[in-house]
C-alpha cells in the first residue's frame, strides 16, 4: 500500500521559517516525480513545486518562487520543502505528491496524494 505521509507543519510567524518533509513507502518511486500542493481555506488545492527522479529539476509557484527550496533523497524515498520568509497567505494545507506525469509548467500530475499538514502563517 502507498503511503505519503507529510509532517513539520506548524505555526509560524510571518517571515520565519517551516521545513516540511514527505516520506513515500509501498512501492519504489524510482523514475517518479514528487511534489507540494496546498490548500487554503474556501480555496481550490494549487500546485507549490515538484522535483524530478533523476537530475533534480525543480518546478515552482511563482507566489514561492525565491521563498521556498524543495529536495529529495531518493536512497530515503523522502522529499522536503524548505519555506523562508513566509507570508500570511502561504497559510493552507501543504500536500506530498507524486506521479510519472507533469503538465505544463512543471505542474506534477499526482498518481499519489498524502494526507497532507496544516501551515499557519500568522501576521
Known amino acids: 500500500q502507498v503511503q505519503l505521509v507529510e509532517s513539520g507543519g506548524g505555526l509560524v510567524q510571518a517571515g520565519g521559517s517551516l521545513r516540511l518533509s514527505c516520506a513515500a513507502s509501498?512501492?519504489?518511486?524510482?523514475?517518479?516525480?514528487m511534489g507540494w500542493f496546498r490548500q487554503a481555506p474556501g480555496k481550490e488545492r494549487e500546485f507549490v513545486s515538484t522535483?524530478?527522479?533523476?537530475?533534480?529539476?525543480?518546478y515552482y509557484a511563482d507566489s514561492v518562487k525565491e521563498r521556498f527550496t524543495i529536495s529529495r533523497d531518493n536512497a530515503k524515498n523522502t522529499v522536503s520543502l524548505q519555506m523562508n520568509s513566509l507570508k500570511p497567505e502561504d497559510t493552507a494545507v501543504y500536500y506530498c505528491?507524486?506521479?510519472?506525469?507533469?503538465?505544463?509548467?512543471?505542474?506534477?500530475?499526482?498518481?499519489?496524494w498524502g494526507r497532507g499538514t496544516q501551515v499557519t502563517v500568522s501576521s
Open positions: 505528491a507524486a506521479g510519472t506525469a507533469l503538465g505544463t509548467g512543471g505542474v506534477l500530475v499526482p498518481a499519489y
Open positions: 509501498g512501492r519504489t518511486f524510482s523514475g517518479y516525480y
Open positions: 522535483i524530478s527522479w533523476y537530475i533534480s529539476n525543480t
